[in-house]
């Protein structure tokens, strides 16, 4: 809407030498004031993107995205200011480097944090993080690329490929999930859904598994659920790559079985993924996207 600033940013935290959490605050010299890292999403950008581009642009560090923290509204002069925030650890970066825009950052535990930031909201998205868990694992539930008609295809429905819109959102979804950091790999058995992974599993260089539990055709719903459930109690972060069938009973069997109110509308549209953000055995937090290139959704499956 054109009365509305979006805008992504994060909740920058590390590990202080003290092992207490310390949270990266930056002070705006054009408006004195000191806030978290953010800023607004460029025409045609997503917002996942955004958030990374900005931590990096204001702080110099690349970050790794974790769970989704509560959005914050507010008014901006004669408009409403909409900025998505996730928490967020280091992943990699150089030293910080003072400029026009962002003069200074600081390294604060919590209390200090919250005594410096300027404004009300940013010390309730503070409070927020710390009401929930500090360290948070991602899964993803993942519908494959666009991959044509069904019905057009005449060969064996399991070698059915990526079109070119499909291919398109291969791509930027390597992008997106990145954000996240790295993940194991795992595809149904068709060519559909190891395509969608593939520009991902070439940028971590990690193979992509294949699943019959994943697979349609090949599986029911008690036996993709418990397969699914068995890669979270693993604890290492994992991507599903699916089938439309298959999705809606992956994301409620995964919600009901971690405490999480399963969504009004767990389905997906091709290339949208459900991140689900886990700790201890339950579910600190869930969030869908969709990349930019998305066709529309289909029956398709």
Request: aromatic residues 6%; charged residues 25%.
């Amino acid at each position: 809407m054109a009365d509305v600033i979006r805008a992504a940013g994060a909740l920058l935290w590390r590990d202080g030498p003290l092992g207490e959490a310390e949270f990266a605050v930056i002070h705006r010299p054009r408006y004195d004031d000191w806030s978290f890292p953010k800023g607004k999403v460029d025409k045609g950008e997503h917002v996942l993107a955004a958030a990374v581009r900005e931590i990096e642009e204001e702080t110099g560090i690349v970050p790794r995205l974790g769970r989704r923290l509560p959005t914050s509204t507010y008014p901006v002069r004669d408009r409403t200011k909409h900025v998505d925030y996730w928490a967020a650890r280091p992943l990699a970066g150089g030293a910080f480097a003072p400029n026009d825009e962002v003069d200074e950052l600081a390294w604060l535990p919590a209390a200090e944090a919250e005594e410096r930031l300027s404004y009300g909201h940013d010390v309730d998205l503070l409070r927020e993080f710390l009401n929930g868990p500090l360290h948070t694992t991602p899964f993803v539930i993942l519908r494959h690329a666009s991959a044509g008609e069904k019905l057009g295809w005449r060969e064996a429905d399991e070698l059915r490929p990526l079109d070119a819109a499909g291919r398109a959102e291969a791509v930027e979804l390597a992008g997106l999930l990145a954000v996240y950091g790295s993940f194991r790999l795992v595809s149904s058995a068709t060519a559909r859904c190891a395509e969608t992974v593939l520009p991902y599993a070439r940028r971590l260089r990690e193979p992509v598994g294949t699943e019959a539990a994943f697979t349609v055709g090949d599986t029911g719903p008690e036996r993709a659920v418990e397969t699914l459930l068995g890669l979270v109690a693993d604890g290492v972060p994992a991507v599903v790559c699916t089938h439309g069938e298959i999705v809606s009973t992956l994301v409620t069997g995964l919600c009901k079985a971690l405490g999480q109110k399963v969504p009004d509308d767990p389905a997906l549209g091709k290339a949208e993924f459900w991140v689900a953000h886990v700790s201890d055995g339950s579910m600190a937090a869930l969030e869908r996207h969709r990349p930019k290139t998305t066709v529309p959704k289909s029956a398709t499956t």
